[in-house]
């Protein structure tokens, strides 16, 4: 599973009907938390610059990566880790470690870079 992007479901609120939804998003495994649940990082394409973290935002653009069928310059968003169960991984997209392995190290490094600084800041 580490290294596979896959399209995960996620619960979220949706202001204008005012009740929970539910929607796809694609993510990159980097890990097992335990027996059911996975360590991964959001993609998405970030419509706001501001919202956008100009170091750990992995930027992707469609024609550099075409196994992945991005529809527009998306975001591996490296300082935005989220657990994913199992139950809640849907269809897989790619093996982005295997197709893209110079990406994946780059996106492996800014994850442990923000981790040490994270620990840093908390010590």
Same mark, same amino acid.
Do not use: P
């Given at each position: 599973m580490t290294g596979k992007m896959y399209w995960a479901i996620? &619960? =979220?609120y949706d202001i204008m009907k005012k009740k929970m939804a539910f929607k796809k998003r694609p993510v990159l495994i980097?890990? &097992?938390?335990?027996? &059911?649940? =996975?360590?991964?990082?959001p993609v998405s394409r970030v419509t706001q610059r501001e919202h956008l973290?100009?170091?750990y935002d992995?930027?992707?653009?469609? &024609?550099?990566y075409p196994a992945l069928s991005l529809r527009a310059t998306s975001y591996i968003r490296t300082h935005k880790q989220t657990i994913v169960?199992?139950?809640?991984l849907?269809?897989?997209?790619?093996d982005f470690k295997e197709e893209y392995p110079d990406a =994946?190290?780059?996106?492996?490094?800014?994850v442990e870079e923000f981790q040490k600084e994270l620990?840093?800041?908390a010590i």
């Open positions: 996620f &619960k =979220y980097i890990g &097992k938390a335990d027996q &059911k649940d =996975y360590v991964a990082l973290d100009l170091h992995f930027e992707m653009q469609s &024609k550099d169960n199992q139950g809640e849907a269809d897989r997209i790619a =994946y190290i780059s996106v492996i490094a800014l620990i840093n800041r």
